[in-house]
């Protein structure tokens, strides 16, 4: 048998095919799904026309063939698991199969009843669990008309406070409350498998319980067990699990979660300490046959051991050095000619991780101004020196451009992330031998942006900043909006004249609405499922999903993504329908779609329902355009897909 599609098959009695495959263990059989369930004891007709075997060749002439269909009796009761926790309904997961092992559930009712009192009513409902306890149920078995067919012997099961099956992962750091925040809080690098000793951090799980993912709640844990105590011991703190550490290493903890039981290691590193740091300049040049004395400052960058950035504060007069307003150790400057350039610490009361030195001008020569940190116990931690060369310079001959940067990247900069969305001009005239003689007036300087015609839009997001000498994101929300990037030419003009060019690149590394896709695999709802109610289905919610907060899981996972520049997806934001992580939106009426094929269906108000009497029934969407708040025309092409809904 070759391909096969639902339009070479036709059956009478009202039923359509909406789907044909060929079974892949068997080439000669064909799977059929129809559009409603088949009616007990009727003979069907199916006709079929145009297949083609697996060579090509394709029958002529349609052929029909009989069946008649019956659900039998049901011979076997069996439930799919056999551990339930609070919400379950124990009736979802019975399967009934008659004497040739056909599923024939869906077309009886059936009773649970049951040796505990935690099974609350006939679905089997599982109340409130505090411990594990071993129950037996009986299955009771009803036709249409509610007759009693059939009823099961006792069947075990377990109750328990949850189902934990599997550790996903874990992390240490800030406190979440669901799936959707413990996967940013990772993406973010605020969840993390190490902390330093003076932290206290929170412990996060997140785990598969009944086979969803779900952040671990502290009063869930039933046994905390600290493995090296000496290291860090985990404890629950007003129903958040908190770490606190003793000593560098690895930690261990196990944790008990109903029947489950798992081991987590993390490291205790130690505290950061100012370990290094660099001076933004290397060297300093004074025109020393200006009238006026020039001072330059020098910041100071520290970082810490991990060679991350380390923030402290700064007494100048005493030179006392503070992190997390403790005393640390002791900044110095010393200039090895005070005739040439003098050297000073400045106050610094807000920590930073940039400690500013004031380098004044004195006189002709050259001096060596050294920077030293020594630690409380008076031992040398670094000694960074710059060199600063004081000479009159030449007769003007021309200018110098200087900037702080040559790229900006408009994404959102959030604290302590570097601000990098801005670059400063800064030009100088020169003598003959390049040496700076002074800056020239501000008011002198004229930017000039040469580029626009390749990427007219940017000008909506880059531009020359007002009242200043810079070029700078001027489009606040340019960090969910602009995916470009490119490059920037830079006129600078000095009283009207072009003096030169700078060139600047751009970019945005922030994800941005770029492109939309739509899953088109055809997809069966179950109203009852996706709310926990039997409501119509909101259209909607088949693009962007249905999520249910109170178990931390989507019951209707969506067949609409989003993805960026980089081609990776957006998450949606679970706890705003409609809304990205990225603060983007789809805009009012954003999905543009309309539903054809209607069958057994009715759509109202932008839900779907099943028609009077129907237990199963379908139509088909059409996506013909996507919108968000900040980006307009996602979607490439149109694309359909079905939805069949059953009861």
């Known amino acids: 048998m070759g391909e096969v599609s639902a339009t070479n098959f036709s059956v009478d009695n009202d039923l359509t095919v909406i789907k044909a495959e060929v079974n892949p263990d068997n080439k000669k059989q064909v799977i ?53 926790v609070k919400g379950d309904k124990i009736a979802d997961f019975v399967k009934l199969t008659n004497d040739k092992g056909i599923d024939v559930t869906s077309e009886y009712k059936v009773a649970i009843s049951s040796t505990s009192g935690t ?33 099961s012997d006792a069947l075990k099961v377990t109750l328990a406070p949850t189902a934990v099956t599997t550790l996903v992962k874990f992390g240490l750091g800030t406190n979440v409350d669901s799936v959707t925040e413990f996967n940013k809080a990772v993406k973010d690098g605020n969840l993390v498998s190490e902390m330093k000793l003076s932290d206290s951090p929170h412990l996060e799980l997140l785990v598969k319980n009944n086979g969803a993912e779900q ?11 600290n493995l090296t105590p000496t290291v860090a011991v985990v404890s629950n703190e007003e129903g958040e699990l908190k770490v606190k550490a003793l000593s560098t290493g690895t930690a261990q903890v196990k944790l008990t979660i109903g029947d489950f039981v ?50 402290a504060t700064v007494d100048a007069e005493s030179g006392k050095v503070s992190v997390g307003g403790k005393e640390v150790g002791t900044l110095s400057v010393k200039s090895s000619n005070t005739n040439v350039a003098k050297a000073n610490l400045n106050d610094v009361t807000t920590e930073s991780s940039s400690l500013p030195v004031t380098i004044t001008e004195v006189g002709k020569g050259t001096a060596t101004i050294t920077v030293t940190f020594k630690d409380t116990k008076g031992n040398v931690v670094f000694t960074k020196t710059l ?43 020169v003598d003959a031998n390049g040496n700076k003689i002074k800056a020239v007036d501000a008011a002198s300087v004229t930017l000039n942006i040469q580029g626009y015609d390749k990427d007219p839009q940017i000008k909506k997001y880059i531009n020359i900043k007002a009242d200043s000498d810079s070029v700078a994101v001027v489009n606040e929300n340019a960090f969910k909006t602009f995916a470009g990037s490119g490059t920037l030419n830079v006129d600078v003009l000095v009283n009207g004249t072009k003096i030169g060019t700078k060139s600047i690149s751009y970019n945005n590394t922030d994800p941005v609405a770029t492109k939309a896709v739509v899953n088109t695999v055809d997809i069966v709802v179950d109203n009852d499922k996706v709310s926990g109610e039997n409501q119509p289905l909101n259209i909607n919610e088949l693009f962007i999903g249905h999520y249910d907060e109170n178990n931390n899981k989507y019951t209707l996972s969506p067949k609409l993504f989003i993805q960026d520049q980089f081609g990776k997806t957006i998450d949606w934001d679970a706890g705003s329908p409609g809304t990205l992580v990225n603060t983007d939106a789809l805009a009012t009426e954003g999905i543009q779609f309309t539903i054809t094929n209607q069958s057994n269906v009715v759509i109202e108000n932008g839900h779907a329902s099943l028609a009077n009497g129907k237990t199963s029934g379908s139509f088909t969407v059409v996506v013909s355009d996507v919108d968000t ?7 490439s092409a149109p694309v359909a897909f079905k939805v069949t809904i059953v009861d």
Do not use: W
């Open 119 to 151: 099974v609350t009513d006939e679905d089997g409902t599982i109340g409130d669990v505090t411990n594990s306890e071993v129950a037996y149920v009986q299955v009771t078995v009803k036709n249409a008309s509610g007759e009693i067919v059939k009823q």
């Open 387 to 429: 060199n600063v060369t004081g000479k009159d310079a030449g007769a003007f001959a021309g200018y110098v451009i200087e900037t702080d940067a040559n790229a900006i990247d408009l994404d959102k900069d959030v604290a302590p992330e570097a601000n990098d969305d801005a670059v400063n001009f800064i030009v100088y005239e």
């Open 32 to 84: 059929l799904t129809f559009n409603q369930s088949l009616a007990d004891k009727t003979t069907y007709k199916v006709t079929v026309n145009g297949v083609k075997s697996s060579t090509g060749v394709e029958m002529k002439e349609s052929s029909t063939s009989e069946f008649t269909y019956e659900i039998g009796e049901v011979n076997k009761i069996e439930l799919t698991k056999s551990k339930f």
């Open 215 to 225: 952040v671990v709640k502290a009063n869930d844990i039933t046994k905390i067990e």
């Open 262 to 311: 798992t081991t987590l290691s993390f490291t205790v590193k130690a505290d950061s300490k100012i370990a290094n740091a660099t001076l933004d300049k290397s060297s300093l040049y004074f025109n020393t046959a200006d009238d006026v004395s020039g001072f330059s400052a020098v910041n100071v960058k520290i970082a810490d051991q991990y060679n991350k950035e380390i923030k």
């Open 629 to 635: 708040t900040q980006v307009s025309d996602l979607l």
